[in-house]
């Protein structure tokens, strides 16, 4: 006889563990699939975001960024350091460990608030008063039962037709997480936060790294006045080699290494040549192998589970939350759906703004912002008033030898309500929740400018481009 729950989660990433645990605390007998396999043939929990995504490249990036530090900020400090070795395996070695000790945790977590986890991968057999689900562990099957079931299976990363992914040489995420040496020439396909974040790791690391994209503008979905400073910092300071507007024609890949024909933003043949190749053009919804068909679960064309305002789908008792569903691909986004579909089956009323989800790219400098660009408001017909305040006017920031970027503010002209917070600099996904937070509770840019910053810190460069709001900043 099959095993009966309250709720069965598919997928245990961000969204799918948190909403195992919380519907775990509010009462309910939760289960949780996953049947994700690390390098060791280990199953374990976390999905792609702990296990080959924001976890792992975090690790890389900041002990590439100590690399980058040591060979080339430490002199302004007076401090010289001669003989420098990287020891890549270490260096792969820490980040396993700290992802094997992150999945660890949650499994810890599953028993303490009594999540059963169901090992392999689930799909729809059947519906009606419940659903049967199966799951596969190999050759191995069985199937449970459930009242509720919270679809979080995740993303994949996309591919392009004609360029095989292999893992080694070509690669994705998973792949470009676990070079065994640091390649002399990169390429990317893609300027996204993911390539981005990757093609910085191992240009730190001595790589010489160019980058093909194929949108004609830079970080689009920033504001301009930030991505006109991240573009500036990239290639001309970091030397990052970012080629806009190109199309892939063909990707062919041999022993001595890779080449890449592609037409340039002026219509000319061109080409590349480089040891390995990261593919980061986006993700696609893992819904594939869902059995959507079996119960009758919307989905789209594109693979995407079709829901309303509060992450419920078509079926009764049915939800799904985080990339396999509308909005950004995001993980905190995941973890707030998750508490509050669950917060739902108890009866309560949850609410997420999604206005108010913060967008990191952990380049360095970092990239945050939440809420409107300057951009959108014009073209919305919304009259704003901006202000904007400089890292190197903040002690700080001087102080720390991270004095570039600056903070910019967007309020609306007529009651000087928050519609947006941009930051770049080093430390942006740290500052940014100072206004995630405000524009939470529609404040305005005053309320900010009237908060008592502590001295020194970097959050006074938020303090002053509230202040600069309204044309008043004290220190500029």
């Known amino acids: 006889m099959s095993k009966q729950f309250d709720v069965v989660v598919i997928g245990a990433g961000p969204g799918g563990y ?35 995504g924001c976890i792992p490249s975090k690790a890389l990036l900041q002990s590439s960024e100590h690399v980058e530090q040591i060979e080339h900020k430490f002199a302004d400090h007076g401090i010289s350091a001669g003989g420098v070795k990287v020891d890549l395996a270490k260096m792969q070695s820490r980040k396993d460990g700290i992802v094997s000790k992150m999945t660890k945790g949650i499994e810890f977590l599953f028993r303490k608030n009594k999540v059963t986890w169901l090992k392999g991968f689930g799909k729809f057999v059947s519906g009606g008063d419940s659903y049967t689900i199966e799951i596969a562990n190999g050759d191995a099957k069985e199937t449970v039962t459930a009242k509720y079931v919270i679809v979080a299976t995740g993303s994949k990363a996309r591919h392009l037709p004609g360029i095989t992914v292999d893992n080694v040489n070509i690669c994705d995420n998973e792949g470009a997480l676990a070079f065994g ?107 594939d192998g869902l059995g959507a068909s079996n119960v009758g679960l919307k989905v789209t064309e594109r693979g995407f589970i079709e829901v309303d305002d509060h992450c419920k789908t078509n079926l009764p008792n049915v939800y799904a939350i985080g990339d396999v569903v509308r909005g950004p691909m995001l993980a905190h986004k995941a973890e707030d759906e998750g508490v509050a579909v669950a917060e739902t089956l108890a009866g ?56 570039g970027g600056f903070v910019k503010i967007i309020a609306d002209a007529a009651t000087d309500r928050i519609l947006g917070g941009h930051v770049i600099h080093a430390h942006a996904s740290e500052l940014i929740q100072e206004l995630v937070t405000a524009m939470e509770f529609k404040a305005a840019s005053e309320d900010i400018a009237r908060i008592v910053h502590g001295h020194p810190t970097l959050s006074e460069a938020v303090k002053e481009a509230a202040l600069a709001v309204d044309k008043r900043t004290l220190n500029m």
């Open 18 to 52: 948190i909403a195992a645990i919380r519907a775990a605390q509010l009462g309910f007998n939760t289960a949780c699939i996953e049947g994700w396999k690390n390098p060791k043939g280990e199953m374990a929990l976390g999905g792609t975001c702990l296990n080959v």
């Open 181 to 287: 040496a640091v390649p002399k020439r990169l390429g990317v396909i893609g300027a996204g936060v993911i390539g981005l974040e990757l093609g910085s790791v191992w240009r730190r690391l001595g790589a010489e790294v160019t980058v093909l994209e194929a949108l004609p503008a830079f970080l689009g979905a920033c504001d301009e006045s930030i991505a006109k400073e991240a573009w500036k910092v990239f290639t001309k300071e970091q030397s990052l080699n970012i080629k806009l507007g190109v199309k892939i024609e063909k990707v062919t890949s041999k022993k001595t290494g890779i080449t890449i024909d592609y037409t340039d933003d002026k219509g000319l043949a061109q080409k590349l040549e480089c040891d390995k190749l990261i593919v980061s053009v986006g993700r696609v919804p893992n819904t």
């Open 348 to 403: 309560q009323k949850p609410h997420i703004d999604f206005n108010t989800i913060p967008w990191i790219i952990y380049t360095s400098p970092e990239v945050a912002w939440v809420g409107k660009t300057e951009q959108q408001c014009k073209a919305e017909g919304i009259a704003v008033k901006t202000g904007q305040f400089p890292f190197m006017a903040n002690g700080r920031a001087l102080g720390q030898g991270e004095a």
